[in-house]
């Protein structure tokens, strides 16, 4: 496995686009999304005010969502949760109070896995976007989950 870093975070019509699911969420239509998109509701670590923001589930089991920060700890959702993690979530219709926990590296392994056992071609797109280059060995990607961010969204 070979890793380049985390792509930049999207500017200009970049950044629209990645933002235009949360007003999805916003008109109600969040189910459009299915059950592989959440909408997480934060609050600012610095401006304490709400943000939001929508991500891909790595895994799901229950009420408990595990999310990965794919633009690396620069992302600045992945930084307010880890601030303040109590937050509020959205699948689909179903809203949902969590905390936020960040994952230690043999349960992010174990998360990604599950990921590439389930959506493989999604799993190759999203090693790709994230800058790392790998065989599709369930070794490479025990690598890439060392080198991710991922928090575990636990209800409360």
Same mark, same amino acid.
């Given at each position: 496995?070979?890793?380049? !870093?985390?792509? &930049?975070?999207?500017?200009? /019509?970049?950044?629209?686009?990645y933002? &235009?699911?949360?007003?999805?969420?916003?008109?109600?239509?969040? /189910?459009?999304?299915?059950?592989?998109?959440?909408?997480?509701?934060?609050?600012?670590?610095?401006?304490?005010?709400?943000?939001?923001?929508?991500v891909?589930v790595?895994?799901?089991?229950? &009420?408990?969502?595990?999310?990965?920060?794919g633009?690396g700890?620069?992302s600045? /959702?992945?930084?307010?949760?880890?601030?303040?993690?109590?937050a509020?979530?959205?699948?689909?219709?179903?809203?949902?109070?969590?905390?936020?926990?960040?994952?230690p590296?043999?349960?992010?392994?174990?998360a990604?896995?599950?990921?590439?056992?389930?959506?493989?071609? =999604?799993?190759? !797109?999203? =090693?790709?976007?994230m800058?790392f280059?790998?065989?599709?060995?369930?070794?490479?990607?025990?690598?890439? =989950?060392?080198?991710?961010?991922?928090?575990?969204?636990?209800?409360?």
């Amino acid at each position: 496995m070979e890793a380049s !870093g985390p792509p &930049a975070r999207p500017t200009g /019509w970049r950044r629209l686009l990645y933002r &235009a699911p949360i007003h999805l969420y916003r008109l109600g239509l969040g /189910w459009l999304m299915g059950s592989r998109f959440v909408l997480i509701e934060h609050i600012g670590r610095k401006t304490g005010l709400v943000r939001r923001t929508v991500v891909e589930v790595v895994d799901r089991d229950g &009420a408990t969502v595990t999310v990965a920060a794919g633009f690396g700890t620069r992302s600045d /959702w992945y930084r307010n949760l880890l601030a303040r993690p109590d937050a509020t979530i959205q699948l689909g219709r179903r809203r949902l109070a969590v905390h936020a926990v960040d994952l230690p590296p043999g349960d992010r392994a174990k998360a990604l896995l599950h990921y590439v056992h389930k959506h493989p071609r =999604a799993a190759r !797109g999203l =090693a790709k976007f994230m800058g790392f280059r790998v065989d599709g060995s369930e070794s490479d990607y025990r690598e890439m =989950a060392e080198h991710l961010h991922m928090l575990r969204l636990e209800a409360r």
